[in-house]
């Protein structure tokens, strides 16, 4: 669980997880895009919604940077629905459920909430470009200005 478990420069941890509609995606389905991996702490709280809202207001012009959308939680698929159906989202929200994906990218941590200590997804984004290779990490994202560093880090030449 510590941040060196995805640098920069090197092959994204591979991974096969079920999306809200019970479909298995790996990120190998991916070869020949960009992927946008991001990992949010809950559906359908007031920062994650803001945040997938974002990425559902932006697919198209990211679809056009040959990019895909992929969200990742430890919720359920049946919570995933709900808060698809609920914002219209368009794009893909996997359920990391046992956790090992999150543990894997180094996003599951201790976190202070509210003057409590408690387990969970520390909001982070992932770059991968189309050969499987990490190009960008965001840990510790704020969702406000979150939609234009993405936009930036996939613009960027290698």
């Not at 096969?16 to 190998?28: A, E």
Request: with cysteine; hydrophobic share 35%.
């Amino acid at each position: 669980m510590q941040d060196s478990a995805v640098v920069e420069g090197f092959p994204a941890p591979k991974f096969t997880l079920p999306d809200q509609m019970g479909n298995q995606v790996s990120l190998n389905d991916f070869c020949g895009k960009k992927v946008v991996l991001y990992f949010y702490p809950k559906d359908d709280t007031p920062g994650c919604t803001k945040e997938a809202c974002y990425f559902r207001d932006s697919v198209e012009r990211l679809a056009d940077m040959n990019a895909v959308v992929l969200g990742v939680s430890n919720d359920s698929i049946d919570s995933h629905v709900r808060f698809a159906n609920k914002y219209k989202l368009n794009f893909r929200l996997l359920c990391d459920e046992d956790k090992s994906v999150s543990k894997t990218y180094g996003v599951y941590k201790l976190k202070n909430m509210y003057g409590r200590t408690i387990w969970g997804i520390e909001r982070s984004t992932f770059i991968i470009d189309e050969k499987g290779i990490v190009k960008k990490v965001f840990r510790k994202v704020k969702v406000d200005q979150h939609l234009k560093e993405v936009v930036e880090a996939l613009s960027a030449r290698a």
